[in-house]
């Protein structure tokens, strides 16, 4: 349970963690390359966790050292628990790199994660393009390829991240050059490719829309520093934003603020960007964000629609929100209600009419952004806040709580929780 006592003005800095969505891949293509890689700053993370739990039980050892990952590849077995599989969504991405290392692979559909249905569709027919014969029975997948992944032409219909990593992973050791069209564009997607190019690969136009993979006979493991997570960034920016407080964040990755700043900026904070830092300094009263539609990279990222969400709720006019990414990303709006937000959910559009203030209540995480998005709104809120369903955030978030309390904010969080 996080408890908190709003409101509280938050003041001075704090360094950002390595990106999640970026560790995620990367400890997946460890199981692609010879020998021992490091992974620096690696956030200490749930999610990581299971990741890690996976990699031991395909035959990898980590070792954890402060903020890096040692991964020794001593890989034995293609299968991936259902237990695990059940545990992360983005376990999936560990199919590609399973079944071009082995030949083959076995593993069940992921997590029906909560932000709707999470089908996998794209990267089944992508992997079968690369001559991956995929059957499935029982939720559960059964990959082979008999005659080693043949490198093709493949053309997304969605700019899939997940897709567009398992496709790499898959391609990366395979006869002959694939090119992905349509390619998903987000950082952690040029994250992946830089290490595996690192590790021996030879990937051409990641982070752009066509990305071409040059198939090698084999990769070695490789040093690699995780790139810091441009979500949790927006975060933190919602949480100054909110609490008309002035704070700087050390460690980002300013190019990949630029897709967030237009509702910062809208709402009246002042960002400034230097270098690997950020600071951002917000107005007493924020005006609206006025319209926000999330879209693939380089739009505005459905991960930060939630926490910008907060900053709506307090707004002083109307703000619009069409989540376009998601069937089921608002599931935060009771939370925001619950605390006097006035937001009304209508499909894909949500229509937030600011209010003076906030009041504390206990509400309840339904999914990671979701549960940072109410403790966004908790450090505006006047009284208590208590937010459950903390496992949720800390899938995502090193110490959110710890690194809030630095900051100011009245905040604890109790493991009173599973
Ligand atoms: C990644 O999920 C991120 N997760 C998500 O972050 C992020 O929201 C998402 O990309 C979009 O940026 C990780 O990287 C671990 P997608 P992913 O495949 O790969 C549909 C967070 O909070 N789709 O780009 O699952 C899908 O249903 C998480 O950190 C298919 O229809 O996202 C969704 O509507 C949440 N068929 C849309 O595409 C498929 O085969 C985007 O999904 C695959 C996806």
Request: charged content about 20%; hydrophobic content about 40%; glycine content about 12%.
């Amino acid at each position: 349970m996080i408890w908190i006592d709003g409101p509280a003005e938050l003041g001075g800095e704090i360094s950002v963690q390595g990106a999640k969505n970026s560790t995620l891949p990367l400890l997946a293509a460890a199981v692609l390359c010879k020998g021992q890689s490091v992974l620096h700053n690696c956030p200490d993370l749930t999610d990581v966790e299971t990741a890690v739990r996976i990699l031991e039980h395909l035959g990898c050892r980590c070792t954890r050292e402060g903020s890096d990952l040692i991964v020794d590849n001593a890989m034995v077995c293609c299968e991936v628990p259902q237990g695990l599989m059940q545990e992360m969504r983005s376990s999936i991405v560990f199919l590609g790199a399973i079944v071009s290392r082995c030949g083959e692979a076995r593993m069940c559909f992921p997590g029906g994660c909560e932000l709707g249905p999470r089908p996998i569709d794209l990267h089944i027919s992508a992997l079968q393009k690369l001559g991956v014969e995929i059957r499935e029975s029982g939720g559960c997948l059964s990959c082979q390829a008999p005659h080693g992944i043949q490198g093709a032409y493949v053309s997304l219909a969605f700019p899939s991240v997940g897709a567009t990593e398992n496709l790499m992973l898959a391609a990366v050791c395979a006869k002959g050059t694939t090119i992905i069209a349509n390619a998903a564009r987000e950082p952690e997607i040029s994250d992946l490719a830089a290490y595996l190019n690192r590790c021996g690969g030879r990937i051409y136009g990641a982070g752009e829309s066509c990305v071409i993979i040059d198939g090698v006979k084999e990769l070695f493991g490789a040093e690699h520093r995780v790139m810091p997570d441009r979500i949790v960034s927006a975060t933190y920016m919602a949480a100054a934003a909110v609490t008309g407080g002035s704070i700087t964040l050390r460690d980002v990755d300013n190019a990949h603020i630029l897709p967030m700043l237009a509702p910062f900026e809208e709402s009246g904070c002042e960002v400034r960007q230097m270098g690997g830092s950020l600071n951002i300094m917000a107005p007493r009263r924020l005006m609206p964000v006025k319209h926000i539609r999330t879209m693939p990279y380089p739009g505005f990222p459905t991960d930060a629609q939630p926490v910008v969400m907060s900053m709506a709720a307090v707004g002083r006019g109307t703000s619009i929100f069409v989540e376009n990414i998601f069937e089921n990303r608002y599931r935060h709006a009771e939370g925001l209600q619950r605390l006097g937000a006035n937001i009304k959910v209508e499909g894909k559009v949500a229509i937030v009419e600011g209010v003076e203030s906030l009041t504390g209540a206990p509400v309840q995480a339904a999914d990671l952004r979701g549960g940072a998005a109410l403790v966004v709104a908790g450090l505006a809120a006047h009284g208590r806040t208590q937010v459950g369903g903390v496992e949720y955030i800390r899938r995502g978030y090193e110490d959110l709580a710890g690194n809030l309390a630095s900051l100011g904010a009245r905040i604890i969080e109790t493991k009173d929780d599973p």
